[in-house]
């Protein structure tokens, strides 16, 4: 069920997204493309070390929906900050 | 007889071996353990909202601040995490097959890469000094420094905690067939590389 290998190419997986990560850092100027991609790649590698770090995909539902969850709401509050960042001042600022 | 074992057990959160596992109720290392990951993650969720709320605010020094940050110790961080957690889920195989050596062995270097962790943030730390860069320097920073180094507090005790469990392996205390206590460990470290999964790409990487 949690064999070596899968666990081998995930943490292979998750390094390269590292480099990837670090190769927009310092190449690319953000724009929605690129903060798309930073999203997905965090909800990515939340979920497959949730699922298979943690071994939560085999696990208890409540736990392994709410860490899930997590990985959704995070990348989708990156994408709407970089959007409606009117909006949040509008909100968090005292009349 | 047996089913009603394993049900009891595993309502314990202790019996971990794998026909347990295979359930879907199943709660690794305890619901305690849980109580304090969702804790945490409440934490950690708090400082990414100040983060958003700060970076609306001030979109130009939060534009301008990663450029400032050093990206290499940002990036080898991240690394060193992310193989922590793979020595971690490693130990976890071997603690299922009974090899108490290989269980010990990857307990071990995943402490060297916390500990390899710890000498780059100190490092990067000593870095942003030489560059002028302190918590007061402006808002960006300000978030930088408390949000790391909190995170750098967690890795330290997460630490202590693989460290106390290696000792437990070593004296018996976890078996193939017993071993909750190992598996709280092993999900709560999980827990701070997921942190900072999310801590490097809002820091270093978003402009």
């Not at chain 2, 047996?2 to 109720?25: H, M, W």
């Not at chain 2, 290989?102 to 000094?129: P, Q, S």
Request: net charge neutral; aromatic share 14%.
């Amino acid at each position: 069920m949690f064999t070596n290998k899968s666990i081998d190419s995930i943490w292979i997986q998750l390094m390269l997204l590292t480099l990837l990560s670090a190769f927009i850092a310092e190449t690319a100027d953000t724009g929605l493309a690129v903060i798309i991609i930073v999203a997905v790649t965090i909800g990515y590698k939340g979920r497959m070390i949730v699922d298979h770090f943690m071994e939560l995909i085999h696990a208890n539902r409540y736990i392994r929906a709410s860490m899930r969850l997590y990985f959704y709401v995070i990348p989708l509050m990156i994408v709407l900050a970089y959007l409606f960042p009117e909006a949040i001042v509008r909100m968090t600022t005292l009349q | 007889m047996d089913a009603a074992i394993t049900a009891d057990s595993d309502q314990l959160g202790r019996d971990t071996s794998p026909q347990t596992l295979s359930t879907q109720s199943h709660v690794p290392g305890g619901w305690p353990i849980w109580v304090g990951i969702f804790s945490e993650m409440t934490e950690f969720a708090m400082m990414f909202i100040i983060y958003f709320i700060a970076k609306a605010h001030y979109p130009e020094l939060f534009n301008d601040g990663p450029t400032k940050l050093n990206t290499l110790a940002g990036v080898l961080n991240t690394l060193v995490l992310l193989t922590s957690s793979y020595c971690v889920a490693k130990s976890m195989q071997a603690i299922r097959r009974d090899d108490t050596t290989a269980c010990v062995r990857w307990l071990w270097l995943a402490i060297i890469a916390g500990g390899t962790y710890l000498l780059i943030k100190t490092w990067e730390y000593h870095w942003n000094e030489t560059m002028g860069i302190s918590k007061d320097t402006n808002t960006f920073f300000t978030v930088y420094y408390y949000t790391t180094f909190n995170h750098m507090l967690h890795v330290g005790w997460g630490s202590a905690a693989v460290l106390w469990a290696i000792f437990g392996v070593k004296r018996g205390s976890f078996t193939a067939q017993s071993h909750g206590g190992l598996e709280a460990v092993a999900v709560y470290w999980h827990m701070i590389d997921l942190a900072w999964i999310v801590i490097f790409p809002l820091l270093y990487v978003l402009r």
